[in-house]
């Protein structure tokens, strides 16, 4: 797994929690890093490191939330439609939540200030 930064963690409910900051000069880019984190925390639930973090995560359902501050707003929400409703469907993904003991589910959440 590679390195991802997670803002900060919510307990009861477990969020994993990314903090985005704009302006975006270069929308394209900074979805592709988004993407990246995403994706890091996806890994961080199913591979149990977040659990070796925060034991008492272990077998809860985890949201991962992007809590967004002035970024353009229709890219990133069409961004993350796509993302969130399909990530978890790619076989290796939906595998691999299946059978990880360390993570019940996970959802996803955008909001925007």
């Avoid at 903090?19 to 993407?35: F, H, I, K, M, T």
């Avoid at 961080?44 to 359902?61: C, R, T, V």
């Avoid at 939906?94 to 996803?108: C, E, N, P, R, W």
Wanted: charged share 20%; aromatic share 12%; net charge negative.
């Amino acid at each position: 797994m590679s390195e991802v930064t997670i803002d900060f963690i919510v307990r009861d409910p477990w969020r994993m929690v990314l903090v985005e900051e704009g302006p975006w000069e270069d929308v394209a880019s900074n979805l592709r890093r988004v993407q990246s984190r995403l994706y890091g925390c996806i890994d961080a639930a199913i591979d149990g490191h977040l659990a070796q973090q925060f034991p008492e995560s272990n077998g809860k359902h985890v949201t991962v939330q992007l809590d967004c501050y002035s970024v353009p707003q229709e890219d990133v929400s069409k961004f993350f439609e796509a993302f969130s409703s399909s990530v978890l469907l790619i076989p290796d993904y939906k595998d691999a939540l299946q059978s990880s003991s360390f993570v019940a589910g996970i959802d996803f959440q955008v909001s925007f200030a």
